[in-house]
């Protein structure tokens, strides 16, 4: 069966700080992968998303970035995190036509 | 573009009644998908249910129904017997069948109360 991991689950980080989460689905290949934010209060933004290895589409301009180094493996990154960075951060994988699969969640705050 | 709607912030229901939630969406495609997804304290987000445009009954997975309503673009979540463990935020999602986003709503909470 197919199973999503992301890490670390919280993560504190000062303002200036670098960033990255990582997310890795096990039991399928070539999979969509997601990244995407929920702020406090808010609905689920898409940042990035990609179709295959080294294949990005960003939604929002920001001074995130995403990486995808092998198949199934997908990145969050920033050189430099800013207060509204804070969030809690899913990644999904959708190996069909339909619905998404999220792990668990990383919840970044920023001081 | 898409666009999903959900204008109930929060809804409270008595454990056992059934409760409603409301959810419309903008799309100028033809074929696609819509979800309502779970996400409960743990936060780990679940699907609840899915339903295909092009499909005109109203989907069903055991105590959980939707009324789609395409002409209206309404895609409202129906809850019976509910139960405690069904607190959680409920989020409504689209996605078009030639794209690969989902695109979300921003939520309800739904709390059950005993």
């Known amino acids: 069966s197919q199973t999503i991991h992301q890490w670390p689950a919280t993560l504190v980080q000062p303002v200036g700080s670098p960033l990255s989460l990582e997310c890795t689905v096990e039991g399928t290949s070539n999979p969509n992968l997601y990244w995407y934010r929920q702020a406090a209060g808010r609905g689920l933004q898409l940042l990035f998303y990609?179709?295959?290895?080294?294949?990005i589409s960003s939604e929002v301009p920001q001074n995130l970035s995403a990486s995808r180094p092998q198949d199934r493996q997908f990145i969050l990154s920033s050189k430099k995190l800013l207060l509204s960075d804070s969030g809690f951060y899913l990644c999904?994988?959708?190996?069909?036509?339909?619905?998404?699969?999220f792990g668990e969640g990383s919840r970044l705050t920023v001081l | 573009a898409q666009t999903v709607t959900q204008s109930q912030p929060e809804m409270s229901v008595q454990e056992a009644e059934t409760v409603t939630l409301s959810c419309t969406y903008d799309t100028s495609e033809n074929n696609y998908y819509l979800f309502w997804y779970k996400q409960p304290p743990s936060r780990q987000m679940i699907l609840v249910i899915r339903q295909e445009a092009y499909k005109q009954q109203n989907a069903t997975e055991n105590r959980f129904s939707v009324n789609f309503q395409k002409a209206a673009k309404s895609f409202s979540l129906k809850i019976s017997d509910s139960q405690l463990g069904d607190t959680a935020m409920y989020f409504c999602?689209?996605?078009?069948?030639?794209?690969?986003?989902?695109?979300f709503g921003t939520g309800t909470r739904l709390q059950v109360f005993p």
């Open positions: 990609s179709v295959g290895i080294g294949q």
């Open positions: 999904a994988w959708r190996g069909g036509p339909r619905e998404l699969f």
């Open positions: 999602a689209s996605r078009s069948y030639n794209t690969d986003k989902l695109i």
